[in-house]
């Protein structure tokens, strides 16, 4: 039976991340997946979490199911976190995705439900994992520029042309904040213009909202969501807490769809529904409990939400020592960009053959397109971490 298979391919993140962990050398710089990580070191547990952790072990009573749409009270947290009530509420509907991932596989399930072979388009480059969500929902994978190679930023003339010729069949898959890989955001004025195109041609947005407050804060990074959201008839946003709460491995996330009134929202619940019914029955609770419990708690969300921005700080802080330790040696601005980029990525715009050498002569692990996860830069080797990139390039 099983001779009929062939080797399928791995995601990069995570052979790299087996990788990383596999090599023996001390010193070993882990700049690869996007896990936040502490001053030691460690992807930890944010205290709120733990606090949160610990009410729902002393208060729980059962482990019975929950239901297909999952914990209806974490939906609706999230919702008010990212929308604010800027949308309706009866023409929303939410299920729980087992992680942001969870969340995008039931979404990408409903359009392709809806547009058997549709296209979809998706930013070149993207988080690897959107594409096969996407073709595993049957749906064509086109692409739009999105990012300028040399100058590191948002190549926004290119972007939008595409946008502009799409049509009212099309779907397009836009990062909400903190652009993975690229590190390269969307200003206010530039959500405006993509949301002014969507209005437009009636193209249908879909937003990966996965790294809420690592970039300039919540209320800044929900911008677009926002605008998306309040400006066309009918959204979807696929939510992660894996990031903001830490809660990686407990896959928290949420689908949510918002259609343009309430019988419809309605048929769209029903086909998630179906749709996580015939796939994983029901979603993972943990993390959404614990998410559930932070939020509707004042003092938990006080904490959390200070949590989130000293994360957020310290990425920014690494940003900064980083370019400036290789300005200062290299006596250019060509890496200033790292600091100008915001959320938990930078692209760095190194060849393939850079990037392995740094894996094998210096133990400096990154993805092969040469993104980095700002939160690995150790901070007390910012200089030598400098010194190998450009001896490395040089
Ligand atoms: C990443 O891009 O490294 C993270 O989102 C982890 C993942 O699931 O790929």
Redesign the pocket.
């Known amino acids: 039976m099983f001779e009929t298979l062939k080797k399928a391919t791995l ?1 990069k ?2 052979v790299l991340m087996a990788e990383y962990a596999a090599d023996p050398r001390t010193g070993k710089i882990d700049l ?4 936040y990580k502490d001053p030691g070191n460690n992807t930890p547990i944010m205290s709120a979490v733990k606090k949160a952790e610990q009410r729902i072990l002393d208060g729980a009573r059962t482990k019975t199911y929950k239901g297909v749409v999952g914990n209806k009270e974490f939906s609706a947290a999230i919702v008010d976190l990212a929308l604010a009530n800027t949308v309706e509420a009866s023409r929303i509907r939410c299920v729980n995705g087992a ?3 969870g969340a995008l596989m039931i979404l990408m399930h409903v359009l392709g439900r809806a547009r058997p072979g549709g296209r979809i388009f998706i930013s070149d480059p993207t ?3 959107h594409i096969p969500l996407a073709e595993n929902a049957g749906l064509e994978v086109h692409y739009y520029p999105y990012f300028d190679p040399r100058s590191r930023a948002v190549d926004f003339d290119a972007m939008i042309k595409v946008i502009d010729g799409l049509n009212s069949n099309d779907t397009i898959l836009l990062h909400g904040c903190c652009h ?2 690229t590190g390269a955001n969307l200003t206010p004025a530039q959500w405006d213009r993509v949301v002014e195109s969507l209005r437009r041609t009636g193209a249908f947005p879909l937003v990966d909202l ?1 790294y809420l407050g690592f970039g300039d804060g919540i209320e800044a990074d929900a911008y677009g969501v926002r605008k998306v959201a309040t400006s066309v008839p009918e959204c979807m946003i696929a939510f ?1 807490a ?2 903001n709460f830490g809660l ?1 491995r407990e896959r928290a996330g949420v689908a949510i769809a918002i259609a343009r009134d309430s019988e419809t929202a309605d048929v769209v619940s029903s086909q998630m529904q179906n749709i996580i019914r015939g796939t994983i029955s029901q979603t993972p609770d943990h993390g959404a409990e614990v998410v559930r419990v932070i939020l509707e708690d004042k003092d938990l969300r006080a904490e959390w939400e200070a949590e989130l921005t000293e994360m957020r700080e310290r990425m920014k802080r690494l940003r900064v020592k980083l370019a400036d330790a290789i300005r200062q040696r290299s006596n250019s601005k060509d890496f200033d960009f790292i600091a100008q980029h915001s959320g ?2 930078s692209l760095l715009g190194l060849p393939e053959a850079v990037v392995t050498k740094l894996k094998l002569d210096d133990a400096i692990y990154m ?1 092969n397109d040469s ?1 980095i ?1 700002v939160a690995g830069i150790p901070e007390d080797r910012v200089g030598e971490l400098a010194d190998k990139l450009l001896a490395a390039i040089r």
Do not use: C, L, Q
Request: net charge positive; no cysteine; hydrophobic share 35%.
């Open positions: 995601d993140i995570f690869g997946v996007g896990v992680g942001g991932t988080w690897p994992n993975n890989p996965a992660s894996s990031k990686y938990m990525f993805i993104r996860n």
